[in-house]
């Protein structure tokens, strides 16, 4: 029931949601894009619908579910007819504050993002943009809901409404009001154990978290929107990686036909920059509700809160491309323990 109560809370504008959020900043909504009712309201269906997929077994909503800050909470995301992505999914929930989409940053705005999961041959399996259109025009619902929210007729519909429609959405999942807010915002001394407020002072120093995860003055992403390799997941392309870089450092065009899709997925940034010190990078994550978003790390190779302290206490798992700002940290588990409880208050769904 708390979740279809927030979920009713959500769907208002995302300016406003943000206003009324303590520690979040003003939402940026895109001039050519702003947010209406109607359009939200659409965006919302076609979130939802599984009549966008090739086997009408997927919509997003299968993926990013509310109770899990719009996670799966499975290691690898799961498309049509039950096949496996090579990523973990991550969370939709205050993605509109992301600077770029997708875990390797590929797309510059929700808007942009909106598409891929559709014409993804494992997530939604759709052949190509007409056939969304297709899709779509042939339901006398969708088509009255496109004229009325962008003032077109009949036969103009095309992906960029699609897009518009279901970022207006994304941008009304917005989640703020933790128990921390509460304590470092409003200066409610009471909002978090105590356990929790050691366990920010480990946040901030010893635990190196703000490096990456940041707090401002005012307001708390737990994101710096940069990319790093944090020494996950590179031991599957350990194999393969010499004779690749060195194709790299010579200028070749980099052979990864004998590859398989989990190997390529290890390249992480390098997929989209082309650059060697690329290889392995992801983006930093919102942590806010982070407690619902279990396993963890873009290969879902963490099932809990405390398996992520001790990766990032023992400095990550060695590969010459790590972070600088990763190393070991030397924690002692009351240390380990009030990092977790911490986190913990970053839940908005409690």
């Known amino acids: 029931m708390r979740f279809v109560l927030f979920l009713l809370v959500l769907v208002i504008s995302a300016t406003a949601m943000a206003d009324s959020l303590l520690g979040l900043p003003v939402l940026s909504i895109p001039d050519d894009n702003p947010q209406t009712e109607a359009k939200i309201a659409l965006g919302r269906q076609l979130f939802n619908d599984k009549r966008l997929s090739a086997d009408g077994a997927i919509s997003c909503a299968s993926c990013h579910q509310a109770d899990k800050a719009f996670s799966d909470g499975l290691p690898l995301a799961k498309g049509i007819n039950g096949q496996l992505g090579t990523r973990n999914t991550p969370a939709v929930q205050n993605a509109a504050y992301y600077q770029s989409q997708f875990l390797d940053g590929r797309a510059a705005s929700l808007e942009q993002q909106a598409l891929g999961p559709l014409l993804n041959p494992i997530e939604h399996g759709l052949k190509d943009p007409q056939a969304i259109i297709d899709i779509l025009q042939n339901e006398p619902d969708y088509s009255a809901a496109f004229s009325r929210v962008f003032a077109i007729q009949s036969g103009e519909l095309t992906v960029m409404h699609v897009q518009k429609a279901i970022a207006s959405f994304e941008r009304t999942l917005i989640s703020g009001n933790s128990a921390f807010d509460r304590y470092h915002f409003a200066m409610e001394q009471t909002a978090i154990s105590a356990g929790a407020v050691r366990g920010s002072r480990i946040f901030r120093r010893k635990g190196n ?22 020494g996950v997941g590179m031991r599957n392309i350990k194999p393969v990686i010499e004779a690749w870089k060195q194709a790299v450092r010579q200028h070749q065009p980099p052979d990864t036909s004998s590859w398989s899709d989990a190997q390529r997925a290890e390249l992480g940034r390098y997929s989209v920059t082309g650059r060697l010190e690329d290889i392995g990078k992801f983006k930093t994550p919102i942590l806010r509700n982070v407690a619902l978003t279990a396993p963890y790390m873009h290969d879902g190779s963490l099932q809990t809160l405390e398996q992520v302290i001790d990766h990032y206490d023992k400095g990550g798992e060695g590969n010459e491309f790590v972070d600088a700002k990763i190393f070991p940290l030397h924690l002692t588990e009351q240390e380990k323990s009030d990092l977790v409880e911490f986190l913990k208050s970053l839940t908005s769904l409690d």
């Open 209 to 230: 978290c703000l490096t990456c995860h940041e707090i401002s003055m005012k307001t708390a992403l737990f994101t710096d929107n940069r990319f790093y390799n944090i």
